[in-house]
C-alpha cells in the first residue's frame, strides 16, 4: 500500500516537474504575443495582423491548392499499398517500412539541392511540384500511422469472413474494409496536410512564395506579429489534434490477436 | 451640321497623322531587351517605361525591406509603374543569389542581384561565361571607376559604416566598441550581428572589434581575442544579433550597418522596445559596397533595366505615398522625372550611395538622417576584398573555438 | 493468428472468382511498384544528384577531396560536436519520457492520456526560431522566469547560468525531444500486457523481478530504438542552433548552412554537400540498429 502511493507519488512528481518545463516557455511567449508594443498594454492585436496583409488570401490559396494535391497523392499512393501489404503482402511489411523511413534521416536541404538538379523544368516550373515532394517527406508519419491503425484490426480475417458469406469484392470493399480503415486513412491525410500548411524549408529554398514562406517573409519587421503567429498555430493544432483524437475512440477498438 | 463636318475632318486628320507616326516610327517591337546595354539602346525611357509595364512583373532576391530603405523602394516602384515585385527569401545571404542563378529553372531567375564583393569570383566565372548582362545606367559616369566594371557588368550601390545599436533603456549609452566589451556595465548586452563565418556583415564587425583592440584589416586576431575576453567578463552573449533576439531580450546592443538603423529602430519601436543608433568614437569601419548586375538569364528583361535606372536615379521627387492616380498615366519620361530616385531613397536609409560625390556636387542630395554623424576621434578602416577573403580563412578556423 | 495464405482459394476451399479486386490481392510485389517508383522519382533520384556532387570538385571532375576535408578541422570537431548533441540530447529526452509514459500509463485516465497525447503531437514539431524565442522570453537574460528569480534574490545568469551553451542547446531540445519520447514509447508501454504482470506476481515474483525479468528485457529494445530516433533528430536540427548560437559551437548542419548559403566563404557548395553526404551516412549507420530492433520486437507489440 505505502509503496503504492510512493509509485503514484513519484508518476505524479514526473508529470508536475515536466509541467513545469513545458509550460514556462509557453506562457512567455504568449505573454508577448499578446502585448501592444509601444503602448505596453495587452491585446490580441498581434493576432489579428497577419489577416490584414495583403497577400495573405493569395499565398493561402497556393498552400491549400498545394495541400489538396499532396492528398490525393497520398490517397493514390499511401492507402492501397498499405492495405494491400496487411491482405496479401504481409513479407514485405519490413522492407517497406525500411523504405518509408529513409526520408526521415535525408535533411531537406538534401533534398531541394538534389531535387533543383535533378528534376526536369516542366516540373519545377510549377509549384506542384511541391506537393510531390511533401508526399515523400510525410512518409514516414503517414506510412505508420496507416500501419499502426490498420494493425488494430484484422483485415484479412473479416475480409475473408465477408467473402465467405457472399459478399462480392465490390461490397466487401465498400461496406468492411473502407468504413475499417477510415479513421487510419483520416489520420494520415492529416498529418499530411498538418505538415503541407507548415512546411517552410523546401517551398522556400525551391524558391516557391507558399503560405510559411509568405508569413515569415512578411512577419521580418513585425516581432509581435510573428510570435503571435507562432503561439497561435501551436494552440490551433493542439486544439484540433485534441478534438481528433476523440473523434478516433470510437472506431479504433484494438482486437487482442491470439497467438 | 458644321460641327459634325469638324469631327469628322479632325477625326480623319488624326487618324492619318498617327498611321504616319506608326509608318514612320522606329520598329519598336524589334527591341530585344535583354541585349539593350543601355537607355539610348532601350529607344529611351518612355519606350523602356513601356516595355517593363507589359512585362507586368520584376524578381529581385535576397532584399530585406528594412535593409538601407529597401522597402520604399519597392513600393514607389510598383506604384508608379504597376509592376508586381517578387521578393526571393528576403533574409538570404548573397552566396544564396548566385546559388540561385546557377540552380533554379526559368521562371525562378531573379532578374537582378545586390550582392557582397566577396561572391563576385565566383559569378563572374574565371574560365567561363560570367552570370550577368552588361548594361551602363544613365548616370553611370558619376559611379567612382574602382566601383563599375569598364563592360558594365557589376557596379556598386552603396556602401555603409559600422553603427553600435543599442537599448535606449541602458544606464549609459555605449559610444566605444572598447567600452561596449569592457565596462562592466554593460554585462550581458553585446551580441554580433551574426556567425562571421558565414555573415558578411558579422565579419566586417569583427574587423570592427579588431581595429578598436590593436589590430587592422591584415589582423583580425585581436578582434577574436577581445571577444574571448569579453565573454570571460560576461560582455558578450553568444546570441545572433537581430530583431527577434533583441526584442526577447536575449542581448541589448551589437553593432551593424548604419543603414539598418532606420529600420530596425522603427521595428523595435513596434516591439515595445526603443532602439538608438550611433557611429563608434573609436572605430569607423568603411564597409565595401555592395553590387549590383542584372542576370542574363532575367525572365524581364525591361523591367529588370528599368529598376537599374531608377536605382541609379538622383532625382528629388515624390515618395510611394505621393504618387496620385494623374500621375501614374503620364508618360514613362515623365513619370520617371517626379518620382524619387533610388540613390536617394538610400540616403534616407542612412545609406552611403555610390555616386554620393557627384550628388554633392550636384546638389541633387537629400539630408541624411540625424544621429548617424560620424565622430572626428573614430579611426577609419576600410578592408579591401582580397584582405577580407585572407582574414576569413582565420576566421573559419578561429571562431568555433571561441 | 494464422495469417491468411496466399492462394486463389478461400477458407472454405471453393475456388475464388477471379476478378479486378482479386488481382489486387495478389501476393506478387509488383502491387509495390507505384510506391517504389514514386520513391525512385522524388526521392532517391534527388539525393543520388546530391551525392555525385559531394565528389566533384568546383570544375566538375570527380574528386575526393571534399570528402577528405570533413576529417579536418573546424568540420572534424563539428562532427564530434554534432554526435556529441546527438547522444546527450537522446538521452536527455529519452529518459524522462520514459517517466512520464510510464506515468501517464499509471494514472489511467483516459482524457489525460489524450490530452498528453495531443500537446505532445503539437510540441514534438515545435523548433528553430518559435522554439528559441519561447526559451529566450522564459529562460533568456530577460526572461520570465529568470526575472522572477532574481527579484527574490536568485541569478541563474550570475551563477553562470545560460542558454547560449551546449548545455543550453540540449535543454531546448529536450522541449521537442521529450515529446517525441512519450509519442513512440507509448504503444511499447501499452503492449506490456496487465496481464504478464499478473502472472508474475501470481508465480511469486517481487515487482523489481517483474521488471528485471520481463518488463526491461521486453521494453529496453523498443527504449534503444526510440533512443537512435532521438539521435537522429537532434543531430540534424538546424533551426534551433541557428537561432541559439552565433556560430561559436562547431555544429555539422549549420556548417553546410553557411557552405551551402553564406556570405563569406563561397563557392563551396561542393563541400557543404559533402558535409551533407556524411551526415546521411552517420543517420544511416544509426538507424540499422533501429531497423533490426523494430524487427525482432515486432511480435510483442499490438499487432
Known amino acids: 500500500m505505502a509503496s503504492a502511493m510512493k509509485k503514484n507519488f513519484a508518476a505524479n512528481l514526473v508529470l ?97 539541392t538534389g531535387a533543383q538538379l535533378a528534376m526536369p523544368d516542366f516540373m519545377q516550373n510549377s509549384v506542384y511540384e511541391l506537393s510531390f515532394f511533401y508526399v515523400v517527406i510525410a512518409m514516414p508519419y503517414t506510412y505508420r ?14 475480409t475473408n469472413a465477408a467473402r465467405n458469406l457472399g459478399a462480392s469484392w465490390l461490397k466487401t470493399l ?38 510559411p514562406v509568405w508569413v515569415t517573409n512578411v512577419s521580418q519587421q513585425n516581432v509581435i506579429g510573428a510570435t503571435a503567429l507562432a503561439i497561435g498555430s501551436l494552440f490551433f493544432a493542439w486544439i484540433l489534434l485534441f478534438g481528433f483524437s476523440f473523434l478516433g475512440s470510437k472506431n479504433s477498438t484494438t482486437v487482442q490477436e491470439e497467438e | 451640321m458644321r460641327a459634325q463636318r469638324l469631327v469628322v475632318a479632325a477625326t480623319s486628320a488624326a487618324i492619318l497623322v498617327s498611321g504616319l507616326v506608326v509608318l514612320t516610327a522606329p520598329a519598336q517591337a524589334a527591341v530585344n531587351y535583354c541585349t539593350v546595354q543601355n537607355l539610348q539602346q532601350a ?60 540552380t533554379a529553372p526559368a521562371s525562378k531567375q531573379p532578374d537582378v542581384v545586390d550582392i557582397g564583393v566577396s561572391v563576385l569570383p565566383d559569378a563572374l566565372g574565371i574560365g567561363r561565361k560570367a552570370l550577368f548582362a552588361p548594361y551602363k545606367v544613365a548616370t553611370w559616369n558619376d559611379i567612382p571607376a574602382e566601383w563599375k566594371d569598364s563592360n558594365g557588368l557589376w557596379y556598386g550601390d552603396y556602401y555603409g559604416l559600422m553603427a553600435i545599436s543599442y537599448d535606449a533603456s541602458l544606464p549609459k549609452a555605449p559610444t566605444s566598441i572598447k567600452a561596449l566589451l569592457t565596462d562592466p556595465a554593460f554585462k550581458g548586452a553585446f551580441a554580433l550581428s551574426g556567425d562571421p563565418t558565414s555573415s558578411q556583415q558579422a565579419l566586417m564587425g569583427l574587423f570592427a572589434i579588431a581595429a578598436a583592440n590593436g589590430g587592422s584589416a591584415t589582423n583580425i586576431m585581436p578582434g577574436i581575442e577581445a571577444l574571448k575576453a569579453a565573454k570571460a567578463a560576461g560582455n558578450f552573449v553568444s546570441v545572433i544579433g537581430n530583431s527577434a533576439n533583441y526584442a526577447a531580450g536575449a542581448y541589448k546592443a551589437t553593432i551593424t550597418w548604419d543603414f539598418n538603423g532606420p529600420g530596425a529602430i522603427a521595428t523595435s519601436a513596434a516591439a515595445g522596445k526603443p532602439l538608438k543608433f550611433v557611429i563608434p568614437s573609436d572605430v569607423a569601419l568603411q564597409g565595401t559596397p555592395y553590387l549590383q548586375a542584372i542576370n542574363t538569364k ?98 573559419v578556423t578561429e571562431w568555433p573555438k571561441l | 493468428m494464422k495469417q491468411s495464405t496466399t492462394s486463389n482459394v478461400d477458407v472454405k476451399g471453393a475456388l475464388v ?62 562532427f564530434k560536436n554534432s554526435i556529441t548533441l546527438g547522444l546527450l540530447s537522446g538521452l536527455v529526452g529519452a529518459i524522462p519520457g520514459l517517466a512520464i509514459a510510464m506515468a501517464i500509463e499509471k494514472q489511467g485516465n483516459q482524457t489525460l492520456k489524450k490530452f498528453i497525447a ?17 526559451f529566450l522570453a522564459a529562460f533568456g537574460p530577460a526572461g520570465l522566469v529568470i526575472s522572477a528569480l532574481k527579484s527574490v534574490g536568485l541569478d541563474l545568469y550570475g551563477l553562470g547560468f545560460t542558454l547560449f551553451s551546449f548545455t543550453g542547446l540540449i535543454i531546448v531540445y529536450a522541449y521537442f525531444q521529450i515529446p517525441i519520447m512519450v509519442i513512440v514509447i507509448t504503444p511499447a508501454l501499452t503492449s506490456l500486457r496487465k496481464e504478464w504482470k499478473d502472472s508474475a506476481a501470481n508465480l511469486g515474483a517481487s515487482k523489481f523481478q517483474y521488471w528485471q525479468k520481463v518488463g526491461l528485457p521486453i521494453l529496453m529494445p523498443s527504449f534503444i530504438a526510440c533512443y537512435l530516433l532521438l539521435f537522429a533528430s537532434a543531430f540534424s536540427a ?66
Open chain 1, 16 to 112: 508536475i516537474v515536466t509541467g513545469i518545463f513545458i509550460f514556462f516557455p509557453l506562457y512567455a511567449a504568449t505573454e508577448f504575443s499578446l502585448r501592444n508594443g509601444a503602448e505596453h498594454t495587452h491585446g490580441f492585436a498581434a493576432y489579428r495582423w497577419i489577416f490584414a496583409q495583403s497577400g495573405f488570401i493569395e499565398n493561402l490559396g497556393i498552400t491549400l491548392r498545394v495541400t489538396s494535391l499532396a492528398v490525393v497523392l497520398n490517397l493514390l499512393i499511401m492507402v492501397p499499398t498499405v492495405t494491400w501489404l496487411h491482405l496479401s503482402g504481409q513479407r514485405y511489411k519490413r522492407l517497406v517500412e525500411i523504405l518509408t523511413i529513409l526520408p526521415l534521416i535525408f535533411p531537406v536541404v538534401a533534398l531541394a
Open chain 1, 145 to 158: 500511422a496507416l500501419d499502426i491503425g490498420l494493425s488494430g484490426h484484422p483485415l484479412s480475417t473479416i
Open chain 1, 174 to 211: 465498400s461496406s468492411v474494409v473502407i468504413p475499417t480503415i477510415r479513421p487510419s486513412i483520416l489520420a494520415a491525410l492529416f498529418l499530411m496536410v498538418a505538415l503541407s500548411l507548415g512546411e517552410f524549408t523546401l517551398a522556400q529554398l525551391l524558391h516557391w512564395s507558399t503560405f
Open chain 2, 43 to 102: 529607344g529611351g525611357m518612355d519606350a523602356l517605361v513601356k516595355a517593363a509595364k507589359a512585362e507586368k512583373e520584376l524578381n529581385i532576391i535576397t532584399v530585406p525591406r528594412d535593409w538601407a530603405n529597401y522597402g520604399e523602394a519597392i513600393d514607389l516602384f510598383t506604384n508608379a509603374f504597376g509592376i508586381k515585385i517578387n521578393d526571393d527569401n528576403p533574409e538570404g545571404s548573397s552566396a544564396y543569389e548566385i546559388q540561385t542563378i546557377k
Open chain 2, 298 to 395: 532575367a525572365p524581364h528583361c525591361a523591367a529588370a533595366r528599368l529598376w537599374e535606372e531608377f536605382l541609379y536615379s538622383q532625382n528629388i521627387g515624390k515618395g510611394s505615398k505621393d504618387i496620385t492616380a494623374a500621375d501614374k498615366k503620364l508618360s514613362g519620361s515623365k513619370l520617371f522625372k517626379l518620382i524619387m530616385g533610388g540613390q536617394n531613397i538610400w540616403v534616407a536609409g542612412a545609406a552611403h550611395p555610390i555616386t554620393e560625390a557627384a550628388m554633392i556636387k550636384k546638389k541633387t542630395i537629400v539630408d541624411a538622417p540625424e544621429g548617424f554623424a560620424v565622430p572626428k576621434t573614430a579611426k577609419r578602416i576600410a578592408p579591401s576584398p582580397d584582405q577580407q577573403t585572407e582574414q576569413k580563412a582565420i576566421v
Open chain 3, 17 to 78: 472468382k477471379k476478378g479486378a479486386f482479386h488481382g489486387f490481392l495478389t501476393s506478387s510485389p509488383i502491387a509495390l511498384l507505384p510506391l517504389f517508383l514514386f520513391l525512385l522519382v522524388f526521392f532517391l533520384w534527388p539525393i543520388g544528384a546530391l551525392t555525385g556532387n559531394a565528389f566533384k570538385s568546383n570544375e566538375g571532375a570527380f574528386t575526393f577531396s571534399n570528402v577528405t576535408m570533413l576529417f579536418q578541422d573546424p568540420y572534424r570537431m563539428a
Open chain 3, 118 to 134: 495531443s500537446i505532445s503531437g503539437v510540441l514534438a514539431n515545435t523548433g528553430g526560431v518559435p522554439l528559441a524565442f519561447m
Open chain 3, 238 to 303: 538546424f533551426a534551433t542552433a541557428r537561432a541559439l548560437t552565433v556560430g561559436n559551437i562547431a555544429l555539422v548542419p549549420l556548417q553546410i548552412g553557411a557552405l551551402v548559403d553564406g556570405n563569406v566563404t563561397i563557392n563551396q557548395a561542393n563541400l557543404g554537400y559533402a558535409l551533407a553526404f556524411g551526415m546521411i551516412i552517420i543517420s544511416l549507420v544509426a538507424m540499422i540498429p533501429y531497423i533490426w530492433i523494430q524487427n525482432r520486437t515486432a511480435r510483442w507489440q499490438v499487432r
